[in-house]
Nanobody, 129 residues
Framework: QVNLMESGGGSVQAGWSLRLSCNNS????????MAWFHEAPGKEREGVAF????????AYADSVNGRFTISRDTAENMVYLQTNKLKPGDNGTYYC??????????????????????WGQGTQVSVFW
């Protein structure tokens, strides 16, 4: 069983930072893709940051590359998203998600959203001028 729960959202001024956390209270994911998805108001959910739990390799959407950093703490079974230089376009709900076990090498940013079968409830981020 995988149980994901996000925290760390809030309301901040543009240019500030937030650190989002994803706690997995279930089985340890040691060969899975984990990701943070962003759902802006009225828009489709899109993956913005990805990490392969086996080797820690990461990938980012162009919209956040250079501003956001995904990381994991294997011992604590946590995944984080450090969001810097936030913009109003970053408004929305951020979800932590994970795929099932992946054999072989994984290109996590190439996985379709349907491959992410475990989801948290989301955490809200609001950015204002």
């Amino acid at each position: 069983q995988v149980n994901l729960m996000e925290s760390g959202g809030g309301s901040v001024q543009a240019g500030w930072s937030l650190r989002l956390s994803c706690n997995n209270s279930g089985v340890i994911l040691n060969r899975n893709c984990m990701a943070w998805f962003h759902e802006a108001p009225g828009k489709e959910r899109e993956g913005v940051a990805f990490i392969y739990t086996r080797d820690g390799s990461t990938a980012y959407a162009d919209s956040v590359n250079g501003r956001f950093t995904i990381s994991r703490d294997t011992a604590e079974n946590m995944v984080y998203l450090q969001t810097n230089k936030l913009k109003p376009g970053d408004n929305g709900t951020y979800y932590c998600a994970a795929t099932a076990f992946i054999l072989g090498r994984a290109r996590c940013d190439s996985q379709p959203i349907s491959a992410f079968i475990y989801w948290g409830q989301g955490t809200q981020v609001s950015v204002f001028w």
